[in-house]
């Protein structure tokens, strides 16, 4: 890169939470027209970093910070979101920041739709004015087919499978005229291995245009293959500042968690001992009418005990498997349990059969925001086994065990690795992977005899993905709980189960053992056996 002098510096950045240390001293630049990756695991401060560069109203209302920020070689201090957005700063956050029933060009416009001239609008002004929406459309399109992807501008966000969702956040964002520098907080966790690398592409290409890039991402190979610069955060600090040479995933890794990372999770049991075992979960023709994910004719068996994969590219209906079972979208066919049928109809029927499902949208289904980490923990399995409640005069009167909701809540904060102030910590103060750890903890206090977990491990950085597979792995090892695992990361897949189902166009294309050949895989995703 021909730039030497910075476009964005941090200088001794300092922030903490209720006198907890988030950041410490940080300080790093970024140059036009660079991909600098910030990595560290859950926890580390990258999200809190970026929420201060980006003014967000978090950080003025816990104390604000100390340190200094660069734009362009002048102090800057954003108060609002809008401030970051006018100086030219895009952000794409972890969380979805859509408009669920605008279109995909309603939302990349949003706030800047052009007008349609008018007599009405010269006589009147503009409260007269109507939208441009002609213009909003190519507008919205040209920034789409900037990322090399296909969407239609005219669909609802609410329809949108969740890689769609994706790329719309982040075509919203280079549409804006003056952005300089692109903010990217996790862009490729919810996307396939074939999109991610549409997306890598395309930051490829905006960085040659002379943006520069802040990649924040737990896929490490990503990390190596794009970034110019890798910055490590490691409980706040800054432990690596590198140019990209030479480094391999493995020296990323360790540079976050400061220990070795173990890379392979797979005890398998002795084959023979699953092929023996009774059946638990029989699907005969499962149809699913998931947005985006439509699933049409899915039939497989699970055996007790097993871990059972399932994987296939984004929308071809992987996700809309568990999310119909448990009566979230409307679905038919056969589904039994334990040789009994459930009813789709009723999202109880599942729960009571003792089925726990730990969804891949943590934040719009999983997790009761506002509420603290103990009771998002123990609330599903109170209203559904009648857990963690005192009850008085035969069962007529039931009130809720704080005592029994606590221990709980500190049980899974510590086998899990929850990062938090205490069980008392409102879930949406979590960073997303400690998020997606409650909702495992939440599943587990169920103590279902299936379990489905769908993308566990979205979001979340390697260490943390380390321990998530091996709590799953032990989980079910020691408690012979049958877990189906729905994940776009194959070799996540590959980790741990016992089989793996392929879905390609809303049926199975294929059941493979874990240790098949890559290019088997490749070939049922790909629906190269059709």
Same mark, same amino acid.
């Given at each position: 890169?021909?730039?030497?002098?910075?476009?964005?510096?941090?200088?001794?950045?300092?922030?903490?939470?209720?006198?907890?240390?988030?950041?410490?001293?940080?300080?790093?630049?970024?140059?036009?027209?660079?991909?600098?990756?910030?990595?560290?695991? +859950?926890?580390?401060?990258?999200?809190?970093?970026?929420?201060?560069?980006?003014?967000?109203?978090?950080?003025?209302?816990?104390?604000?910070?100390?340190?200094?920020?660069?734009? +362009?070689?002048?102090?800057?201090?954003?108060?609002?979101?809008?401030?970051?957005?006018?100086?030219?700063?895009?952000?794409?956050?972890?969380?979805?920041?859509?408009?669920?029933?605008? $279109?995909?060009?309603?939302?990349?416009?949003?706030?800047?739709?052009?007008?349609?001239?008018?007599?009405?609008?010269?006589?009147?002004? /503009?409260?007269? #004015?109507?939208?441009?929406?002609?213009?909003?459309?190519?507008?919205?399109?040209?920034?789409?087919?900037?990322?090399?992807?296909?969407?239609?501008?005219?669909?609802?966000?609410? /329809?949108?499978?969740?890689?769609?969702?994706?790329?719309?956040?982040? #075509?919203?964002? %280079?549409?804006?005229?003056?952005?300089?520098?692109?903010?990217?907080?996790?862009?490729?966790?919810?996307?396939?291995?074939?999109?991610?690398?549409?997306?890598?592409? #395309?930051?490829?290409?905006?960085?040659?245009?002379?943006?520069?890039?802040?990649?924040?991402?737990?896929?490490?190979?990503?990390?190596?293959?794009?970034?110019?610069?890798?910055?490590?955060?490691?409980?706040?600090?800054?432990? =690596?500042?590198?140019?990209?040479?030479?480094?391999?995933?493995?020296?990323?890794?360790?540079?976050?968690?400061?220990?070795?990372?173990?890379?392979?999770?797979?005890?398998?049991?002795?084959?023979?001992?699953?092929?023996?075992?009774?059946?638990?979960?029989?699907?005969?023709?499962?149809?699913?009418?998931?947005?985006?994910?439509?699933?049409?004719?899915?039939?497989?068996?699970?055996?007790?005990?097993?871990?059972?994969?399932?994987?296939?590219?984004?929308?071809?209906?992987?996700?809309?498997?568990?999310?119909?079972?448990?009566?979230?979208?409307?679905?038919?066919?056969?589904?039994?349990?334990?040789?009994?049928?459930?009813?789709?109809?009723?999202?109880?029927?599942?729960? $009571?059969?003792?089925?726990?499902?730990?969804?891949?949208?943590?934040?719009?289904?999983?997790?009761?925001?506002?509420?603290?980490? /103990?009771?998002?923990?123990?609330?599903?399995?109170?209203?559904?086994?009648?857990?963690?409640?005192?009850?008085?005069?035969?069962?007529?009167?039931?009130?809720?065990?704080?005592?029994?909701?606590?221990?709980?809540?500190?049980?899974?904060?510590? =086998?899990?690795?929850?990062?938090?102030?205490?069980?008392?910590?409102?879930?949406?103060?979590?960073?997303?992977?400690?998020?997606?750890?409650?909702?495992?903890?939440?599943?587990?206090?169920?103590?279902?005899?299936?379990?489905?977990?769908?993308?566990?491990?979205?979001?979340?950085?390697?260490?943390?993905?380390?321990?998530?597979?091996?709590?799953?792995?032990?989980?079910?090892?020691?408690?012979? $709980?049958? %877990?189906?695992?729905?994940?776009?990361?194959?070799?996540?897949?590959?980790?741990?189960?016992?089989?793996?189902?392929?879905?390609?166009?809303?049926?199975?294309?294929? %059941?493979?053992?874990?240790?098949?050949?890559?290019?088997?895989?490749?070939?049922?995703?790909?629906?190269?056996?059709?």
């Amino acid at each position: 890169m021909a730039e030497t002098s910075p476009l964005l510096e941090f200088k001794g950045i300092t922030k903490d939470f209720y006198g907890t240390p988030v950041l410490q001293n940080v300080s790093f630049a970024v140059r036009k027209g660079e991909i600098c990756a910030l990595v560290g695991e +859950n926890g580390a401060g990258k999200t809190t970093l970026m929420s201060i560069l980006f003014g967000m109203p978090v950080i003025t209302e816990t104390g604000g910070y100390t340190g200094t920020i660069y734009l +362009n070689g002048r102090a800057v201090q954003f108060s609002s979101p809008m401030e970051a957005i006018e100086a030219g700063i895009g952000m794409v956050h972890q969380e979805f920041s859509l408009i669920p029933g605008f $279109t995909a060009y309603e939302n990349i416009m949003l706030n800047r739709e052009p007008l349609r001239p008018s007599v009405a609008v010269e006589l009147f002004g /503009d409260r007269l #004015a109507t939208l441009d929406r002609p213009t909003m459309k190519k507008h919205a399109q040209r920034a789409i087919e900037r990322l090399g992807v296909t969407i239609d501008v005219d669909m609802p966000v609410a /329809d949108m499978p969740i890689a769609h969702k994706q790329f719309t956040e982040i #075509a919203r964002e %280079i549409d804006r005229e003056r952005v300089q520098i692109l903010v990217l907080d996790e862009p490729t966790a919810v996307l396939t291995e074939n999109e991610a690398a549409i997306l890598l592409e #395309a930051l490829q290409r905006l960085a040659e245009q002379g943006i520069a890039i802040i990649f924040i991402s737990h896929r490490l190979h990503e990390v190596t293959q794009i970034a110019h610069t890798i910055v490590v955060l490691r409980d706040g600090k800054v432990v =690596q500042n590198v140019p990209n040479k030479d480094v391999s995933v493995r020296d990323i890794a360790s540079w976050m968690v400061g220990r070795e990372v173990k890379t392979s999770h797979r005890e398998h049991q002795k084959r023979s001992e699953l092929e023996t075992a009774p059946e638990i979960l029989q699907i005969s023709h499962l149809w699913v009418d998931m947005p985006g994910e439509t699933v049409r004719d899915v039939s497989f068996s699970v055996r007790k005990g097993e871990i059972f994969g399932i994987g296939g590219l984004a929308g071809q209906g992987k996700l809309g498997i568990p999310n119909g079972i448990m009566g979230l979208y409307p679905a038919g066919g056969t589904v039994l349990f334990q040789g009994k049928e459930l009813n789709f109809s009723d999202p109880r029927s599942a729960l $009571t059969a003792g089925i726990a499902f730990v969804s891949e949208d943590r934040r719009g289904v999983g997790l009761l925001l506002d509420e603290s980490l /103990d009771w998002n923990i123990a609330f599903t399995a109170m209203q559904v086994r009648g857990a963690y409640l005192k009850k008085y005069l035969g069962g007529l009167l039931s009130f809720r065990d704080e005592k029994a909701m606590q221990e709980i809540a500190q049980h899974y904060i510590q =086998q899990l690795g929850i990062k938090c102030t205490s069980y008392r910590q409102p879930a949406k103060e979590l960073s997303g992977g400690n998020q997606q750890k409650v909702c495992l903890s939440k599943a587990f206090a169920l103590e279902p005899e299936l379990l489905f977990v769908s993308e566990p491990s979205r979001g979340i950085d390697v260490g943390a993905k380390s321990l998530v597979l091996d709590t799953l792995l032990r989980y079910n090892r020691e408690k012979g $709980t049958t %877990i189906v695992m729905v994940s776009s990361e194959l070799e996540e897949l590959r980790s741990i189960c016992d089989r793996i189902a392929l879905v390609y166009e809303g049926k199975i294309a294929g %059941i493979l053992e874990p240790d098949a050949p890559l290019e088997e895989f490749g070939l049922l995703m790909s629906g190269g056996n059709q």
